[in-house]
């Protein structure tokens, strides 16, 4: 086999290469309420536009595959039935809108990749899929699109519902979301149509631009044709995180990259034969599904400074921000219980004792789970695990999580803000190089296109404004190798393709 964006030959043969996402929000702390307060910490600084670029430098630096951006549009108000601990630690409160930040990033780099979370909860499909073919135009094909339908209640009340709809009833719309948009991004144009013929002259061939016709349940009808002409991928790479049953059927359908949040490798690994066994009966090849594992590394020089420096994150952390983003994530008001009550005495079948009996699976030295003992458990690095230790040990467990739960890669929750970035590109990331895990250096993209344009068709004319782009590895290039910028052959969406789909509709 050759060695594509997903292996690479070490020592004469072929390895799997890991994939890397470094996990981030418009926020302040993300995954680490409170931790603002650590002095080298500058998310602080998230809404200013080089907090991003100098992160998105700082990545490409490292040769991660791209940054994963979360996204809400509410606030964590389950907690104590008030917004007020969000507020007071910066819990994902206030947060930014991620899409804005992307050309911004995409401007500095020219490989990192950007995986976006977007609803399809609140914005209708036709608006939404111009946004991602922007972006794709405006980064070279570098997005990925992260589809939620929503967790929270208080967003659902802004957008004037009392509830959200249910959880099935919300991957139902989702279904018909994702139709319109493959018709949008695949069907609407054809790979010929874009011509910038100055001698006819003929911009767009209009017999090879069609209306998509999309008469549905919950979008009854969106007539097209879409407003943005064919990017690199059409279909930014599709991501996904829900692990219900619809949420396993939706991703089987549609997502080529998968995360997943588990306490411990054999946990994380029944959930990634899940995925796979959804994408098997979804008809795509489940190795086709890259499955990556949320983790927060802890690093320093030896394995002594590292658990100084996780007790000392600890001791900076937010207790009630933590339990405010565990009442968002799970439901559950942990306010009405007493700091020193055991929440694994209530009765079975309570979703409280449920929960906590994860994280005690994760941390059999607690003795004692208690509402505080939750809140340290989250507080540094979120629902993910957080692996501590020197670059060889951390280097170890990594290798551990690769090998026992058959994950493809990670995707890094960050402590401190560049922080957690910075000491794993500087100490671990060497190391992982050295064992052949990811690579020194992104490879070469495939080739353009046909009909991309070139600089024959603009001789006269001043170089540059957007005449010499310098175009790297999309983001499903990094998933599948080089030339492979479309969506695959056995993934659903492309069955909406030019061909097939006005073939199927005559």
């Not at 039935?81 to 804005?100: E, R, T, Y």
């Not at 540059?464 to 969506?487: A, H, M, N, S, V």
Request: glycine share 8%.
């Amino acid at each position: 086999m050759a060695p594509d964006a997903s292996t690479q030959v070490v020592n004469g043969s072929d390895h799997k290469r890991w994939i890397l996402y470094a996990f981030s929000m418009g926020c302040s702390g993300h995954q680490s309420p409170g931790l603002y307060t650590v002095p080298s910490d500058k998310s602080i600084f998230h809404n200013k536009i080089s907090y991003w670029t100098d992160t998105a430098k700082l990545l490409e630096r490292g040769k991660f595959d791209g940054i994963f951006l979360a996204d809400v549009w509410g606030g964590y108000d389950v907690y104590n039935k008030s917004l007020d601990a969000s507020l007071a630690s910066g819990a994902q409160f206030p947060v930014i809108d991620p899409l804005m930040t992307i050309s911004a990033m995409a401007s500095v780099t020219k490989n990192l990749s950007f995986g976006i979370t977007a609803t399809t909860s609140y914005e209708h499909p036709y608006a939404l899929a111009r946004r991602f073919s922007t972006l794709d135009h405006l980064t070279n094909g570098r997005v990925g699109w992260n589809v939620v339908t929503g967790y929270l209640e208080s967003a659902a009340r802004q957008f004037g519902k009392a509830n959200q709809e249910l959880h099935a009833k919300r991957y139902d719309v989702a279904h018909e979301y994702m139709d319109v948009v493959y018709k949008l991004w695949e069907a609407s144009w054809a790979d010929n149509a874009v011509q910038h013929d100055i001698k006819k002259p003929l911009y767009s061939i209009p017999d090879r631009v069609r209306p998509i016709n999309h008469k549905g349940h919950y979008y009854e009808s969106v007539p097209g044709p879409h407003i943005c002409e064919p990017s690199l991928q059409r279909t930014p790479v599709i991501f996904q995180a829900g692990s219900s049953g619809p949420g396993l059927a939706f991703a089987g359908k549609h997502a080529e990259v998968m995360f997943i949040a588990a306490h411990n490798p054999s946990v994380a690994r029944s959930r990634v034969e899940a995925a796979r066994n959804a994408a098997k009966n979804a008809g795509r090849d489940p190795a086709s599904l890259k499955v990556l594992a949320l983790l927060c590394p802890i690093v320093a020089a030896t394995d002594e400074e590292a658990r100084a420096k996780h007790e000392y994150l600890l001791r900076h952390g937010s207790d009630e921000g933590a339990l405010a983003l565990f009442g968002g994530w799970t439901g559950i008001d942990l306010g009405p219980f007493s700091d020193d009550e055991e929440l694994r005495n209530l009765p079975e079948g309570n979703a409280i004792k449920s929960a906590v009996e994860g994280f005690a699976q994760q941390d059999p030295s607690v003795q004692k789970w208690t509402k505080r003992a939750v809140a340290d458990q989250i507080k540094v690095g979120g629902l993910g695990p957080v692996v501590v230790g020197s670059p060889t040990s951390v280097a170890d467990q990594l290798e551990s999580w690769i090998s026992d739960a058959h994950v493809d890669g990670f995707n890094l929750a960050y402590a401190t803000s560049p922080g957690t970035f910075i000491d794993f590109i500087e100490l671990v990331l060497p190391e992982l190089q050295r064992r052949g895990h990811v690579w020194h250096d992104y490879p070469a993209p495939g080739p353009l296109p046909e009909n991309w344009p070139t600089t024959k068709k603009f001789e006269g004319a001043p170089r540059g404004f957007g005449e010499d782009e310098d175009i790297g590895l999309t983001c499903r290039e990094k998933l599948y190798g080089p030339g492979q910028r479309r969506l695959r052959e056995d993934h659903y969406g492309s069955r909406f393709k030019w061909n097939s789909f006005h073939s199927s509709s005559t």
